[in-house]
């Protein structure tokens, strides 16, 4: 088995050892330890897979939170995610109504100031 192997067999208590005996000896070898432990997601709750169950897009609710084992729990935070997401595509579709009515009483105002008689220019025409 080669050294690469071995060491790379580590447990996180032995590579949480490592680390901090790195830093004491000289703080660029403690520094690159922790860098390649985060890196390469030794340490479970810092893994890059993990970053990928929490989903930045709307929708799909069981995709992105993991179950806690609860299910009354667990419904009870579907049926909230899902009101609030119903709110705010309700309270979305009310700024759509107020933005399409400022829209139109504008272009009222534009047509009828349009179509409203010009005051005669004064007297510049005579001389």
Same mark, same amino acid.
Do not use: C, V, Y
């Given at each position: 088995m080669s050294l690469t192997a071995v060491i790379d067999e580590l447990p996180k208590p032995? =590579?949480?050892v490592l680390m901090v005996?790195?830093?004491?000896? @000289?703080?660029?070898? #403690?520094l690159a330890i922790l860098a390649y432990l985060l890196w390469s997601g030794k340490m479970g709750c810092w893994?890059?897979?993990?970053?990928?169950? =929490?989903?930045?897009t709307h929708g799909g609710?069981?995709?992105? @939170?993991?179950?806690? #084992?609860?299910?009354a729990f667990d419904d009870y935070r579907e049926e909230t995610l899902n009101r609030l997401e119903e709110e705010q595509r309700e309270f979305?579709?009310?700024?759509?109504?107020?933005?399409?009515?400022?829209d139109q009483h504008q272009f009222d105002q534009f047509m009828s100031e349009r179509q409203?008689?010009?005051?005669?220019?004064?007297?510049?025409d005579r001389r």
């Open positions: 032995a =590579w949480i005996l790195g830093f004491i000896a @000289f703080w660029p070898i #403690g893994s890059r897979k993990d970053f990928g169950s =929490w989903s930045g609710h069981r995709n992105r @939170f993991r179950s806690t #084992g609860n299910r979305t579709m009310f700024l759509e109504r107020l933005r399409q009515a400022k409203a008689p010009k005051p005669a220019e004064s007297g510049s």
